[in-house]
């Protein structure tokens, strides 16, 4: 779903949720008290909407496949609401003298109005999305498996709006009806065919090329498509100014965060000693991090023996019991906050991989490009797709890695962190 679609959405919820608790004041003070009711509820509920839309984008439904509306939409929409109450409930009774006032039968009213209110919303936006007259006529030309997995998608989910020409009917590009052409890179190289594109300017039809709207697609890049220009073109491998900012909070957050934790880090060190004494405590590893700098990575103990597979298998009996926790918990990653305070990783990069795996990985194209920036304790591969287990798995996640660092900033950073809470409490 494109950006305008999202924010269409995101700025509906917002204003329904404003609307919803004007109806919820005057349905239980009257108009006449409406003000004074108003006043004493604008900020506090201000700060739950908040709440309330975050849990909204943790639930996905600001993603297309939510927008249509069915079964599964529904639970999920209605599981957001609930959540939404429940952590509205939690706040006003944590912090009374913040939010001045502890809304029950309010709160239950105002939930009941914005779920009506906001289905019905994202109903009709549905409708209009799907719409035959508002539809987006989309031709693709080209012949690159890519194009495949771009159609089957967008026919598989109409709310998003587009329709696709059928290349074969399109036998005139200049004759024929669109408004968005999407074009393979391979087919500028032809001159003839750029001159025939470069005719439709006049007609005020968008033209893309593959790689960007499969970028906006599917928030990743097609593996298959680039080259070296590409990267040329598109990769900046210095900003100054994100560099700093980012580095400036790894340091400050992981020492923070080596602090607090410090007193489960001691109760985990004395429980992986006792649950494998011949396993260590801390974990040593060699990573391949920037500019292909081998470093030591620090984990807790899991195994019981680190002899095997590259990968951690399911159901893997090489993990202590206590280790499988861990792993599920992620809080064997906790002394990784060392290696983000010596420099060594970030909080947001590509996952740093070990030696022989890098080795093995090289033989993807363009796999190196990941060791341009610092790896990360998440990341954008991390949080969209399961962790590799296979070359064509980490074939899926590399493309998830070159978009990250063409389009990485500090407000992705951001969406990164907020998604990564979702995978460590939902995802598993």
Known sequence: MNKAKKTIILLGDILILYGSLVLTLIFRYRPDYFRESFSAHLKPFSIIFIIWILIFYLADLYKEKYLRINLESIQVFILAIVLGVISSVILFYLFPSVFKLTPKTNLVIFALIFGILDLGWRFVLSKIYISQGLKNRLLIIGDSPAIKEIINY????????????????????????????????????????????????????????????????????????????????????????????????????????????????????????????????????????????????YKFGTMKIDQGPLWTLKNDKRLTLLGRFLRYSHLDEIPQLYNILKGDMSFIGPRAERKELVELYSQLPYYEIRHLIKPGLTGWAQVNYKPSASLEEAREKLQYDIYYIKNRSLVLDLLILIKTIKYLFINH
């Open 154 to 297: 967008l026919e598989n989910n109409p709310q998003l709006g587009y329709e696709i020409i059928d290349q074969t009917t399109a036998l005139s590009i200049k004759n024929y009806q669109f408004d968005t052409l999407v074009i393979q890179p391979s087919f500028r190289k032809e001159s003839e065919f750029i001159k025939t594109i470069y005719q439709l300017l006049p007609k005020k039809i968008a033209i893309l090329d593959l790689i960007s709207f499969y970028e906006t697609i599917f928030q990743k890049v097609p593996l298959s498509e680039l080259d070296e220009s590409w990267f040329i073109e598109k990769i900046t491998t210095r900003r100054r100014f994100y560099d700093a900012v980012k580095r400036l909070i790894d340091i400050c957050l992981s020492l923070f965060l080596l602090i607090v934790l410090l007193p489960l880090f001691l109760i985990i060190a004395i429980l992986t000693k006792l649950s494998s004494r011949q396993g260590p405590v801390i974990y040593k590893q060699e990573r391949v991090g920037a500019n292909n700098k081998v470093f030591i990575l």
